[in-house]
């Protein structure tokens, strides 16, 4: 096996998860590749909620499914993934956050810690029994190594008893490449009634 980028990690621990998925998630759809990936690697009768704050960046995702005529099974959000619980109130079997900025875009749109764990934290308590959040992070540029920070601390909060949450990063390679977080809920039977997400 290839030691693979954050990116690429991300699809290989998702793709399994998907084979069964009824509702997923793309968080910042940004030129659609990851909205692209959930759609072609679920069953048809998936839905697929993408969300992202700029028109450019829909547009782009909608061109990308239609043209793997995959757009039939996408719900498209012009609205901040902070409010996702406005349109989802289904259990969410996997989730990807892409965060940063737009690539080919304007650099100053980008995620931010606040709505970025507001939106974590959102999806985490729609997530299902073993299900799969992955977020991808970005501290090669100052506001994006502020965001990892900000991620990595509120997720080393949640509590054990809940979730496994693993982290993955090339750690011999220059200009910080990105990191990879991985959140699995734990199966219900061993939950035991446990509604908190910290301890
Ligand atoms: C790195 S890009 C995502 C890459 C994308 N997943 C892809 O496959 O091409 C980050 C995206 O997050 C979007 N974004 C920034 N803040 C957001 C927010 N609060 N809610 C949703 N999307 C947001 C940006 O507009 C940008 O398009």
Redesign the pocket.
């Known amino acids: 096996m290839e030691v693979a980028n954050a990116v690429v990690m991300a699809q290989r621990l998702l793709r399994p998860k998907l084979v069964t998925a009824i509702l997923v998630v793309?968080?910042?759809?940004?030129?659609?590749?990851?909205?692209?990936?959930l759609a072609d690697n679920t069953p048809n009768t998936t839905v697929v909620w993408a969300?992202?704050?700029?028109t450019?960046?829909l547009t782009?995702?909608q061109e990308l499914l239609t043209n793997h005529e995959l757009d039939y099974k996408v719900h498209l959000v012009l609205?901040?993934?902070?409010h996702i619980p406005k349109y989802i109130n289904q259990p969410v079997d996997a989730a990807?956050f892409?965060?940063?900025?737009?690539?080919g875009?304007d650099h100053a749109?980008?995620?931010?810690s606040d709505?970025?764990i507001q939106?974590i934290a959102q999806t985490l308590q729609l997530l299902a029994a073993d299900g799969l959040v992955t977020i991808?992070a970005?501290p090669g540029y100052e506001h994006g190594r502020l965001e990892l920070q900000a991620v990595h601390e509120y997720l080393t909060s949640l509590s054990q008893k809940m979730f496994t949450v693993a982290c993955w990063s090339m750690v011999n390679q220059k200009n910080s490449p990105p990191v990879l977080y991985v959140i699995e809920k734990i199966r219900s039977e061993q939950l035991e009634g446990s509604t908190s997400l910290k301890d």
């Open positions: 793309d968080a910042t759809a940004g030129n659609g590749n990851d909205t692209l990936f969300f992202d704050i700029q450019q960046a782009k995702t609205d901040s993934h902070a990807m892409n965060l940063g900025y737009l690539p875009g749109i980008s995620t931010s709505t970025t939106a991808a970005y």
